[in-house]
């Protein structure tokens, strides 16, 4: 179900998370470690990393940033309990399960 709401909702970041599977796990694995409600921030980079990293470092905050993308990745809308996560999560597991099945050409 967040699949398909991702392909429909968020086409670019669902594009993203099949065609790029080191950014998807790196915001995945963000997402389930957060607690509902909480902000998320990635951790700073070094001062000596390169042009390449800080790129990445720019759009996985602005990814972060993007409105109600962690609610739904994390499963919030499916989940009663504030302190568990939803069965309905797309992690970095059910992502490379759905990449399989929905490749882009």
């Known amino acids: 179900m967040i699949w ?5 909702e968020y086409p670019q970041i669902w594009k ?3 065609t790029d599977p080191d950014r998807s796990a790196q915001l995945l694995d963000l997402i389930k470690a957060s607690k509902k409600g909480e902000a998320i921030v990635p951790l700073g980079l070094p ?8 790129v990445r470092h720019i759009a996985l905050t602005a990814l972060l940033a993007t409105p109600g ?12 309990d504030e302190d568990t996560h939803s069965p309905a999560c797309i992690d970095t597991d059910a992502s490379e399960w759905l990449r399989r099945l929905t490749p882009i050409d």
Do not use: N
Not at 47 to 54: F, G, H, I, R
């Open 69 to 80: 993308l962690t609610p739904l990745l994390r499963g919030d809308p499916f989940t009663g």
């Open 16 to 18: 993203m998370l099949v």
């Open 47 to 54: 001062e000596d990393a390169s042009d390449t990293d800080k």
């Open 4 to 8: 398909v709401v991702m392909m429909s």
